[in-house]
């Protein structure tokens, strides 16, 4: 029988990715490392109460839909149970706001700090992604810098990793066309 927590590592388009889960939610998302073992280390520090183990029902499905969606397939999986108990207040908001963001969609760490009526916010927006646990769930990646700039972004790669997360997506800004066409 599954546990009712752990982890597991699963391949994407972009590299190993993992997920971690307790009961009935998502307890952390994690983007490829390095390497497999880079990305197990990682979660291992993340969530170091949980043990890697096979996934139930509910997280095999997450991970399919993580894996299509690194493949270009467009679902936003706003869906997916994410346990916040542990995220802060300001940074729950941003998540949320930052969900709403439809694949193949961008907008900029100003936008989302105007939409949480703190205009002057911006930065400690994109602080509140830099600790995002649970990429590409909460879709950071699709939150850039002023002036389409790509900005930071936490995932080994950095920028352009964000950037070919958005070339896989097709980014558009607005309704110009995509930022790779």
């Not at 939610?25 to 520090?45: I, N």
């Amino acid at each position: 029988m599954t546990q009712a927590s752990g982890w597991c590592v699963f391949p994407t388009a972009i590299g190993e990715c993992a997920m971690a889960w307790s009961g009935a939610s998502l307890v952390a998302v994690q983007l490829p490392e390095s390497s497999t073992e880079a990305t197990r280390a990682r979660m291992r520090r993340a969530c170091p109460e949980l043990q890697e183990t096979a996934p139930p029902a509910f997280v095999v499905v997450a991970m399919h839909r993580v894996q299509r969606l690194l493949e270009g397939e467009h679902d936003d999986l706003a869906d997916l149970p994410l346990d916040m108990r542990d995220v802060p207040p300001f940074h729950r908001r941003v998540y949320e706001i930052a969900r709403a963001i439809p694949p193949g969609r961008v907008r900029t760490y100003g936008d989302i700090a105007k939409e949480m009526g703190e205009p002057g916010a911006s930065r400690a927006v994109g602080q509140a992604l830099g600790a995002n646990p649970f990429a590409p769930v909460v879709p950071c990646h699709r939150i850039l810098a002023a002036g389409g700039r790509s900005g930071g972004f936490s995932a080994e790669g950095g920028a352009s990793t964000k950037l070919r997360m958005l070339e896989i997506e097709r980014a558009r800004f607005g309704e110009s066309p995509g930022l790779f066409d």
